[in-house]
């Protein structure tokens, strides 16, 4: 990869490019082209590049850290409104005061007493950030998530003993596995709770997540570049 394909002055073609992907991908699932909506995942990324791409329009944006957002978030926030923030990677119950405040949409919601910490705060506050269920579709031990055949007990828990907005389920498929038959596993446990919403799909498989209903795609590198840090 040259220095240049690094540079904020690519954010605004690479952000077209994948939006015009999605369109493609829409057409060819028969899906109508706002049926889908892009996360522009910008963990790593300095607040200079997050200005390119809401300066080419971008308006939802995903973060994995709570800290690392709270450094660059409540500025560009407080200078574009309208943004939705949405937090994408897990959750610690210590920091869910600060996940209430800051983000629009939780995707990670993936046990009972983080589900309760984050129900008690936003009834706290009056803040109720949306939530996705998130599922560990392909059973990883080291990955965060509700398994599959708990799902919809855990959905049915979240919303009606916490009460919690949750309005889909997000999953993050296995590295070496093929993507497809994880959003397929997706897409039928949410129908079996009744959610509309699917967060799944990344800047190597979105289009496939589309294929198979994804109504949210989290892209970080297609439109950023490549990561330089750890994440
Ligand atoms: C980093 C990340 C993404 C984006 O990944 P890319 O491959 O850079 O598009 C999507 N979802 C989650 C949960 C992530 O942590």
Known sequence: MTAES????????RLDQVREDIRLACRAAA???DAVKLVAVSKTMPAAAVEQAIEAGQRVFGENRVQEAYGKWPALKDLHPGLELHLIGPLQTNKVKEAVALFDVIETVDRPKLARALAEEMERV??????????NTGEEPQKAGIAPDEAAEFVALCRETFGLPVVGLMCIPPLDEEPAMHFALLAKLAKESGLDELSMGMSGDFETAIAFGATYVRVGTAI???RVLLE
């Open 6 to 13: 690094h540079s904020a002055a690519e954010i605004p073609s």
């Open 31 to 33: 899906r109508p082209a």
């Open 126 to 135: 009056g803040r109720r950030p949306r939530c996705f269920v998130q599922v």
């Open 224 to 226: 950023f570049g490549a």
